[in-house]
């Protein structure tokens, strides 16, 4: 075999596989056929082993918007659509009672929608009875922003809610797709809510207001940065970017929203990121390091000690222990991601183990390829990946290897991101460290 590498001397080639051994020596490599792989597991499975964190309640399924990219447009198979279903308040206090019962010191409600704002009594009923049974129970509202008038004033004065408020960019892009039924934009009042926010309360605004811009044309990046950045109100708020959910959409509609996506159009802020990393710099790139910092910090936090004969991924969630969804019905779901992920409870009774520990079983036996993976320690795939139709109770592995595929190749763009990053200087990302941790 030496013989026939011409390329290579013997030595070299000698010297790589020693290099090789050590490495296996040193755990580096997966031990063959692979690890078996474990889910992590609470003292008390399903039981709030360290506490819940969050509470999501879903308010209401109404929405004043009918953004085209909406999870509830119709589009995805196994969604929910908009209705007039409401959380009843009986619903929503049983829920949050049974949170606070064993919530830990940092907890927080989030009020989801549809759109939350729609109820204003509901939220501050809700937030009076959480602030009576634990002060200091933060909040938060995900709001699409468009009914957000005078009349929360007091509201966000007394509970000081963090606000997490969708804009896609500037007017054209926005109204391209978040709009209202008559198909108007909601630019331009969102704006002016925003900017009346900022003159109430300017301290408020900048510490407890959030973007949420979602990417649905990758060719109007620019135009999107460009607008973060001039904007005198919004260029130092932070920003959260995400893109359309591909997963569970029917596929003529999977169709055209991928069309519209081509990494050739996030070229050049690529590189004012590479850039900026190599300058050991990134102010100003905010909305870049929202782009295309999330794959390096999942690169640089990675689980880095030698995968043994069984691995768990200390990423996926301890189901129902630290995150808890309840439906506008009062129906439990270990996130608010979707609607296909299976039921683990209600309001009226609390926590069904068997559904939890079902969830668990489920997951498992979708494991086997993972022994194989090169992204194991990197993976993100979680129990929301791998369910599909009738109402999210059916394991299904093609959903599965789409998303694997989906992950892989972000993380594979992250890894190619990092070596360029690396080779630029090989200390940029220690002399960058506190942009990097999770
Ligand atoms: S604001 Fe949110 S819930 Fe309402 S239509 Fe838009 S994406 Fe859907
Ligand atoms: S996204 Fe996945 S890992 Fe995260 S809370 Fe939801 S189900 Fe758990
Ligand atoms: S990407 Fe898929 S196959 Fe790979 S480790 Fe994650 S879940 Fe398993």
């Given amino acids: 075999m030496l013989q026939k590498q011409k390329a290579h001397g013997p030595q070299s080639i000698l010297e790589a596989l020693s290099n090789l ?16 792989l474990q889910v992590p597991l609470s003292e008390r499975p399903g039981l709030r082993p360290h506490g819940l964190q969050g509470l999501i309640l879903e308010v209401t399924e109404r929405c004043c918007l009918r953004c085209s990219y909406c999870l509830h447009s119709g589009d995805y198979l196994d969604e929910r659509v908009h209705s007039g279903k ?6 929503a ?30 939220l501050e009923d809700c937030m009076r009875l959480a602030s009576r049974l634990r002060p200091g ?4 509202i995900s709001t699409n922003g468009y009914l957000l008038g005078p009349r929360f004033d007091s509201l966000l004065r007394t509970y000081r809610p963090k606000l997490c408020v969708s804009l896609d960019g500037p007017r054209t892009v926005h109204d391209r797709f978040r709009v209202l039924p008559s198909g108007e934009g909601s630019f331009a009042r969102i704006i002016a809510n925003l900017e009346r926010l900022a003159k109430l309360d300017g301290e408020y605004f900048r ?9 649905a044309a990758s060719g109007e990046i620019e135009k999107t940065i460009r607008f973060f950045r001039r ?6 708020i932070p920003v959260a970017v995400l893109n359309v959910g591909l997963a569970g959409m029917n596929e003529e509609t999977r169709l055209r929203w991928s069309a519209r996506m081509s990494a050739a159009h996030l070229t050049a802020a690529r590189d004012r990121y590479l850039l900026g990393l190599s300058r050991g710099d990134l102010s100003g790139l905010g909305f870049e390091h929202s782009l295309f910092g999330g794959g390096l910090k999942v690169l640089l936090n990675r689980d880095r000690s030698p995968i043994g004969d069984a691995y768990c991924n200390a990423r996926l969630c301890v189901v129902g222990a630290l995150r808890l969804h309840v439906g506008a019905t009062g129906t439990f779901r270990p996130c608010a991601k979707t609607a296909r992920l299976p039921v683990i409870g209600h309001a009226d009774s609390g926590y069904d183990l068997d559904a939890i520990r079902r969830i668990r079983e489920e997951w498992l036996s979708t494991c086997d390829p993972c022994k194989r993976c090169w992204a194991l320690r990197l993976c993100r795939v979680c129990y929301k990946d791998i369910y599909s139709g009738d109402g999210g109770s059916r394991v ?16 594979s763009s992250a890894l190619t991101l990092y070596m360029e990053a690396l080779e630029g200087d090989s200390t940029v990302f220690s002399r960058l460290e506190d942009r990097f941790r999770f």
């Fill in 21 to 36: 051994d050590n490495a296996r020596n040193r755990g580096l490599f997966m031990p063959f056929p692979g690890p078996t």
């Fill in 86 to 91: 409401q959380m009843s308040f009986e619903v």
């Fill in 93 to 122: 206090s049983r829920a949050i009672e049974f949170f606070l019962d064993g919530a830990r010191e940092d907890c927080y409600i989030d009020f989801y929608g549809g759109e939350p704002l729609l109820r204003k009594r509901f």
């Fill in 137 to 140: 129970c933060a909040f938060a």
């Fill in 207 to 215: 510490s407890r207001v959030r973007l949420n811009v979602l990417v």
């Fill in 231 to 236: 904007s005198r109100l919004l260029r130092d």
């Fill in 396 to 411: 299904d592995p093609d959903e599965k290897f789409e998303a694997c595929e989906r992950h892989r190749s972000g993380m």
